[in-house]
């Protein structure tokens, strides 16, 4: 039994032994290494940058009122299209009590001028017709019949203007109505029936009454960071994309480049704007956020790799072509490489088309651990 039990032990101990060799051999081979096998492709290489900011109508125009007082009627509101020339609101007056008191004296004053001037000019015209009187003093009644008559005709628009804003004489023209001065589209009425509005001056900019845009022509404002901007140059085109109509893409041409930048956190940025070109039915509003996409350079119908697969020493750039399959073999080999866009590289040397290449190197997931265990 002792025999059997020690002859046990001893098949048990040697396959221990041999066992634990070769689980040390097995650890202490090469494990090999498989990598993701890229193809040598032709495309387009674009270099570019992104900008934001967003759309604004070029000229944006405030209309102020001529006078001062108090909103009447507003006969326009956002968003409608307007000429020039269009009314838009009307002011009701109110007078400065002097100023209108000052020229209801002087519509009496006229008055009574006239009134004489013209018993004058009635007695004198008898006169003169019976040869009682000379022609030239006849002529001299005449004259300050008509300067009365015109002083009464000027003391009454003044009245008029300073009560109601309206000349007698001009009521076609008159600075109660608020017109529009140039064609486009009215953004914004600010005022409300009742506001008081005053009239713009040299001392006050006066309030603003509507903003009108002629929103076919617009610009993208956007900004650039510092280590880009030295890439653009005003006349370069670039393609604007409008997050709130995503199937369209507006072509634009920059037109300026700040020359001062602003510090924005921590970097530096600089103002640029750029003409868009807005299609026929595709109506942009004023204020929609925006990205510009500019391309510095391009390379087409070239070949292209991922820039994943290069290895440079020092200058020189490297890949690994496929030699066999299984096991996975590769040649080095030195190549010419041009334009990148980050992702994918043009190669202008070393490859042809429909080479396979050496990628990332597959790495093995290791199992997770069941929930059981993890408690």
């Given amino acids: 039994m002792k025999k059997i039990l020690r002859f046990a032990l001893l098949i048990i101990g040697a396959v221990l032994v041999i066992w634990t060799f070769w689980f040390l051999w097995q650890k202490s081979r090469p494990k090999e290494k498989k990598y993701v096998i890229e193809n040598v492709t032709i495309g387009n290489i674009d270099k570019k940058t992104v900008a934001t900011g967003k759309v604004d109508p070029r000229n944006e125009i405030l209309i102020k009122p001529q006078m001062s007082g108090i909103i009447a009627v507003v006969y326009k509101e956002a968003g409608d299209v307007v000429k020039a020339g269009d009314i838009i609101a009307k002011i009701k007056v109110i007078p400065d009590m002097v100023s209108l008191n000052a020229a209801e004296s002087r519509v009496s004053r006229a008055q009574i001028s006239f009134d004489q001037s013209k018993k004058n000019y009635e007695r004198d015209s008898k006169l003169f017709l019976d040869k009682v009187?000379?022609?030239?003093?006849?002529?001299?009644?005449?004259?300050?019949?008509?300067?009365?008559?015109?002083?009464?005709?000027?003391?009454?628009?003044?009245?008029?203007?300073?009560?109601?804003?309206?000349?007698?004489?001009?009521?076609?023209?008159?600075?109660?109505?608020?017109?529009?001065?140039?064609?486009?589209?009215?953004?914004?009425?600010?005022?409300?029936?009742?506001?008081?509005?005053?009239?713009?001056?040299?001392?006050?900019?006066?309030?603003?009454?509507?903003?009108?845009?002629?929103?076919?022509?617009?610009?993208?404002?956007?900004?650039?960071?510092?280590?880009?901007?030295?890439?653009?140059?005003?006349?370069?085109?670039?393609?604007?994309?409008?997050?709130?109509?995503?199937?369209?893409?507006?072509?634009?041409k920059l037109e300026y480049v700040s020359p001062k930048g602003k510090e924005e956190n921590g970097a530096i940025m600089f103002e640029m704007k750029a003409a868009v070109k807005v299609p026929k039915g595709v109506f942009v509003r004023a204020g929609y956020s925006a990205n510009a996409e500019i391309v510095f350079s391009k390379s087409e119908n070239v070949l292209t790799i991922p820039e994943s697969c290069i290895e440079f020493g020092g200058d020189t750039a490297f890949v690994y072509v496929l030699k066999t399959k299984e096991p996975q073999t590769f040649t080095k080999k030195q190549i010419k490489i041009g334009l990148s866009d980050g992702v994918r590289i043009e190669v202008k040397s070393g490859l042809k088309v429909k080479d396979k290449i050496r990628g990332v190197e597959i790495l093995e997931k290791k199992p997770e651990p069941k929930k059981d265990e993890k408690k």
Wanted: hydrophobic share 35%; charged share 25%; net charge negative.
């Fill in 133 to 252: 009187i000379s022609k030239e003093e006849f002529e001299k009644t005449e004259l300050q019949f008509k300067n009365d008559k015109e002083e009464l005709r000027t003391a009454k628009d003044n009245l008029s203007l300073t009560r109601d804003g309206i000349s007698t004489n001009k009521s076609a023209i008159t600075n109660t109505l608020v017109r529009s001065t140039i064609n486009g589209t009215i953004l914004d009425i600010p005022i409300k029936v009742g506001n008081s509005v005053i009239q713009s001056n040299n001392f006050n900019d006066g309030t603003t009454i509507a903003t009108v845009a002629n929103m076919s022509d617009m610009l993208f404002v956007g900004k650039l960071d510092e280590t880009e901007v030295g890439k653009i140059k005003v006349g370069m085109p670039m393609d604007i994309t409008i997050g709130a109509l995503q199937d369209q893409k507006l072509t634009a």
